[in-house]
Structure formats: C-alpha cells, structure tokens
C-alpha cells in the first residue's frame, strides 16, 4: 500500500511515486544554489587574482553542479 512504519521512530511514511530527483523541489532548490553562488562570486571579486581565488570560484561552481 505504499505506506511503512519506520522500526527506530514508528513514525508512518509514504512510499513516493516519483524520484525525490524529479520533484519540482529539486528544482527551486538547485536555482537557489546558483543564486548563493552567483553572491559568492561577487564577494571574491575584491580579492587579488590567484590561487586562492580561483579555487573559491571553482568551489562554487562545484557545490551548484555536484550530483548525489
């Protein structure tokens, strides 16, 4: 039926239809990654130019893109 208790919480669940990667959640929460990335991004721009700066910018661009 789709429906379980949890054995540590006894706590009832639904068993979703849809991947949680489908959900339109998924979504709206990836477009409010690259929103905080883009911010980031703009807080490194008073930075020199160098390593550190680089791999900052390249964090961003990770922490927006990673899967799992």
């Known amino acids: 039926d789709?429906?379980?208790d949890d054995l540590v919480?006894?706590?009832q669940t639904?068993?979703?239809p849809i991947s949680l990667r489908q959900?339109?959640?998924m979504e709206a929460?990836?477009?409010e990654a690259r929103s905080w990335a883009a911010d980031a991004r703009r807080?490194?721009?008073?930075?020199p130019d160098?390593?550190?700066?680089e791999a900052l910018a390249a964090l961003?661009?990770?922490?927006v893109n990673r899967t799992g």
């Open 14 to 16: 639904c068993a979703l």
């Open 9 to 11: 919480t006894g706590v």
């Open 29 to 31: 929460a990836r477009e």
């Open 50 to 53: 160098g390593a550190s700066r």
């Open 2 to 4: 789709g429906i379980r």
């Open 23 to 25: 959900h339109p959640a």
């Open 43 to 47: 807080w490194l721009s008073p930075l």
């Open 60 to 63: 961003c661009d990770y922490v």
